[in-house]
C-alpha cells in the first residue's frame, strides 16, 4: 500500500519563500508529483520527479529523497495567487493512477 | 498535453436518484480514471475505467454504486446510484499522459 504525509496547512508572507514537506511510503515507487489545486478548480500539473534531486521550474522547485522517501516543493517569490492547496501524489507504475496526500493549504498573507 | 471535459459541471439531486457524470477528452489516452474529492478533503480514487471490459474498484467502492462505462479510448462515464447526501462531493476524471496525469474541470453534485 501507499501512505503520503504532508502539513495540512501553512502560511507564508508575500515576497517569502515556503517549503512544502511530503514523506511516502509506497510499496513500489514511479515518481513524486505535485498538483496545484485553487478553490473549486481541478488539480493542475506542477512537477514531477523519478530521481533523486532538484527540479527547478521558475519559482517552483521541486526535490526527491528515494532512500528517504522524503520529497519538498519550494515556492519563491510568493504571490498571494499562489495560495492554494498543494499535493503530493505517488506513481506506483506507469499505468497506474496517482495516489495523493491529503493536501497541504497554503495561505499567502500581505 | 490532453484536455478533459466534465458534463454536467454540476447538479443538484434528489435523494435515492441516480446522475451520469460525462467524460471526455481530447485525444486518445489509455488510461482513465474517477476520483472523488469531498470538501476540503484531497482526491480518493474510486475506480480505474477500461476500455472494453469492467471498471476496476479501490477499496470501498463498488459497481453496484458507482457503474463506470468505457466504450472508447476518449470517452467514460460515472453513476453515482440511489444517491445519498453523503455522496455530495466533488467528482474528477483523470486520464494519463506519459508523464502526467490530467484531471476534468469536476463535477460537483450536491444531494439533498
Known amino acids: 500500500g501507499q501512505n503520503i504525509d504532508q502539513p495540512t496547512e501553512m502560511t507564508a508572507t508575500e515576497g517569502a519563500i515556503v517549503q512544502i514537506n511530503c514523506t511516502y511510503q509506497t510499496s513500489g515507487f514511479n515518481g513524486l508529483f505535485w498538483y496545484q489545486q485553487h478553490a473549486g478548480e481541478a488539480p493542475t500539473f506542477l512537477s514531477y520527479?523519478?530521481?533523486?534531486g532538484l527540479e527547478e521550474k521558475g519559482r517552483f522547485s521541486s526535490f526527491l529523497s528515494r532512500s528517504k522517501g522524503y520529497s519538498y516543493l519550494l515556492l519563491k517569490e510568493l504571490q498571494m495567487k499562489d495560495s492554494a492547496s498543494y499535493l503530493c501524489?505517488?506513481?506506483?507504475?506507469?499505468?497506474?493512477?496517482?495516489?495523493f496526500g491529503k493536501g497541504t493549504r497554503l495561505s499567502v498573507i500581505a | 498535453s490532453a484536455v478533459i471535459s466534465q458534463k454536467p459541471s454540476r447538479d443538484i439531486c434528489q435523494r435515492g436518484t441516480s446522475l451520469t457524470i460525462q467524460c471526455q477528452v481530447d485525444s486518445q489516452v489509455t488510461m482513465m480514471f474517477w476520483y472523488r474529492q469531498q470538501p476540503g478533503q484531497s482526491l480518493t480514487l474510486i475506480a480505474t475505467?477500461?476500455?472494453?471490459?469492467?471498471?476496476?474498484?479501490e477499496s470501498g467502492f463498488v459497481i453496484d454504486k458507482f457503474p463506470i462505462s468505457r466504450p472508447n479510448l476518449t470517452f467514460s462515464t460515472l453513476t453515482v446510484s440511489n444517491m445519498s447526501p453523503e455522496d455530495s462531493s466533488i467528482y474528477l476524471c483523470?486520464?494519463?499522459?506519459?508523464?502526467?496525469?490530467?484531471f476534468g474541470p469536476g463535477t460537483r453534485l450536491t444531494v439533498l
Open positions: 520527479n523519478v530521481l533523486d
Open positions: 475505467a477500461n476500455q472494453g471490459s469492467e471498471a476496476t474498484y
Open positions: 501524489a505517488g506513481g506506483v507504475s506507469g499505468n497506474t493512477p496517482l495516489v
Open positions: 483523470s486520464a494519463l499522459g506519459r508523464n502526467e496525469q490530467f
